[in-house]
């Protein structure tokens, strides 16, 4: 079993930049060549959605249309924390980020099935 914990969210002002970890513990999969580390993220009334991804072992980054630009998702193999920098929030970004792991496909990275482990979630509210 994969246990993600996330952390870093919080109250931002629109504009502002807010960084979120997960760190990976339990048995991971990062010697596979297609493992990777998500942020999918839920607004209240919606459903959940890509944000990114990243290919542990190459560092590829994948981003959603609506962040790219705006973000940066990182990793650090040592500690098997992989970060979502966010900057230049808007109102609509306000969601529950979760981190996910698995092995997905490359052309499936953004369907929230193609993970296998997923986080508890943490709020990040952005307000004017």
């Known amino acids: 079993q994969v246990q993600l914990g996330e952390s870093g969210g919080g109250w931002v002002q629109a504009g502002g930049s807010l960084r979120l970890s997960c760190t990976a513990s339990?048995?991971?999969?990062?010697?596979?060549?297609?493992?990777?580390m998500a942020w999918f993220r839920q607004a209240p009334g919606k459903e959940r959605e890509f944000v990114g991804t990243i290919v542990w072992s190459s560092g590829t980054t994948k981003y959603a249309d609506s962040v790219k630009g705006r973000i940066t998702i990182s990793r650090d193999s040592a500690k098997n924390t992989v970060w979502l920098q966010m900057n230049s929030l808007k109102l609509e970004d306000s969601a529950i980020y979760y981190c996910a792991a698995g092995a997905p496909p490359f052309l499936s990275m953004h369907r929230q099935n193609a993970y296998d482990y997923w986080g508890q979630g943490t709020q990040v509210t952005v307000s004017s």
């Open positions: 339990g048995r991971t999969f990062s010697t596979l060549s297609n493992y990777a």
